[in-house]
């Protein structure tokens, strides 16, 4: 569905290219995890996906990106819309509407689509995103959560076959991302839709990836694969990784509960230390610390008292 083929980006005021010979490609109907420190291009390569780069940031792409078979380098965004649709971290400084369903209706206009066709869409895209009763909401008046679902509803209304996503989760609390990440699912498993997004939260995303794209350094090539496989050698992890290499696990956990079946053969080599909290660590510190003090001794005005 998406393909890279030796694509390279350099910028007019970088000094290499920020990506660098890149060969990738993204199937059909996967959710697509993209992972890296901070700085290792992760942002440009989601815009080449959807022909921001180089149409409006400017910049050299050298090399093919194509998607459903649309080559990004001779398709402006505006003719990449009814295939791929990119939603970023902050929605709301991308709503052009006031409320839930003008913003859902907004793309459509924009492609010209037909009146009746629009209604329909936007009818589809409030049910599957269980906004049906925000549908006159003002957008200001919306939880993170909402307006998050909301900005991809916007896009999902034009039936494109790719949603990218750039740190869709960061800004949002636990309860509102878990939102966000079920509506991702669901357009995986239930339409078919190829989902590539990356996201600094790890620890809520990875679990749920079929595969996982690593950018390990910038300029360097990129490690496709399965998760708990990349996660394994990827310099930047989710605490529950960390601790799954700690334990010696194999294969690495990707979620607390994968973690938790895991852990009995831990619990049982860890049985026989004393807890800092039980009572015998307690009773053995209590008379540690008692012949600490029948040892002791003070000096008052020069006297010397022994306990």
Request: aromatic share 2%; glycine share 10%; net charge negative.
């Amino acid at each position: 569905m998406i393909r890279f083929e030796q694509v390279s980006v350099t910028y007019s005021d970088a000094p290499q290219p920020v990506l660098r010979g890149i060969d990738l490609t993204v199937p059909e109907g996967e959710l697509c995890l993209l992972v890296g420190p901070s700085g290792v291009g992760k942002s440009t390569l989601l815009n080449a996906v959807c022909g921001l780069v180089p149409h409006f940031t400017g910049g050299t792409l050298s090399g093919r990106v194509t998607v459903a078979g649309r080559d990004t380098r001779t398709h402006a965004p505006r003719e990449l819309a009814d295939v791929v649709g990119t939603v970023g971290q902050d929605p709301s400084a991308h709503f052009v509407t006031d409320t839930v369903e003008d913003e859902l209706a907004y793309g459509m206009e924009s492609l010209g689509l037909a009146p009746d066709v629009m209604r329909r869409r936007v009818e589809e895209t409030l049910d599957l995103l269980g906004l049906a009763g925000l549908r006159d909401r003002a957008l200001p008046t919306l939880s993170g959560g909402q307006q998050q679902r909301v900005a991809i509803g916007s896009v999902l209304t034009a039936h494109p076959r790719v949603l990218v996503l750039d740190e869709p989760t960061s800004a949002l609390d636990p309860g509102a991302a878990e939102e966000v990440l079920a509506v991702l699912q669901r357009l995986v498993h239930d339409l078919g839709t190829t989902v590539l997004l990356a996201e600094h939260r790890l620890e809520r995303v990875v679990q749920y990836a079929d595969q996982v794209i690593l950018l390990p350094a910038p300029g360097a090539p990129p490690r496709q694969g399965d998760p708990a496989a990349i996660m394994a050698v990827s310099p930047v992890q989710p605490p529950v990784v960390a601790l799954g290499e700690l334990a010696g696990w194999s294969p690495l956990p990707l979620s607390v509960r994968d973690a938790r079946r895991r852990a009995a053969p831990l619990r049982e080599r860890l049985a026989g230390r004393a807890r800092p909290g039980d009572t015998r660590s307690r009773s053995a510190e209590a008379g540690a610390a008692g012949r600490s003090v029948a040892g002791a001794a003070t000096h008052h005005g020069g006297a010397r008292h022994c306990a």
